[in-house]
């Protein structure tokens, strides 16, 4: 679910969405952000974070979804809403090494204040 923007702007921005994932290979989470935003105007995080608000969603998953990339945007986040964006990076960064998915090799539990 933290990807969810991708989905979003698979079905929005077909063309465009696909243009800025074949810029950046292999897909690496920061320069795939860029390239959407170039391409799209928005990239994923922010799209799966209004989606998050939209639906209602807790505040912790809303920030799972905008942070998971962006550890360093999160000074003013609670410590407990911290852990929870640290550990779906975890399960990201995981997921990636088992095969599933892109990520960039980051240590999540080092977001953690």
């Known amino acids: 679910m933290h990807d969810i923007g991708k989905v979003a702007l698979e079905l929005l921005k077909p063309q465009e969405y696909r243009r800025a994932i074949a810029e950046v290979a292999p897909p690496r989470a920061g320069e795939c952000r860029d390239a959407e935003t170039r391409h799209c105007g928005v990239d994923h995080t922010a799209v799966g974070e209004m989606l998050a608000e939209r639906w209602s969603l807790p505040a912790g998953i809303r920030?799972?979804?905008r942070y998971h990339h962006d550890s360093g945007a999160m000074a003013s986040v609670p410590t407990p809403i911290k852990r929870i964006v640290a550990i779906v990076k975890a399960?990201?960064?995981v997921s990636t090494r088992c095969g599933y998915g892109s990520?960039?090799?980051?240590?999540p539990l080092t977001?953690?204040?």
Do not use: Q
């Not at 990520?103 to 240590?107: A, H, I, P, Q």
């Open 63 to 65: 920030a799972a979804i």
């Open 111 to 113: 977001w953690i204040a």
């Open 103 to 107: 990520s960039e090799d980051v240590n």
């Open 91 to 93: 399960a990201d960064v």
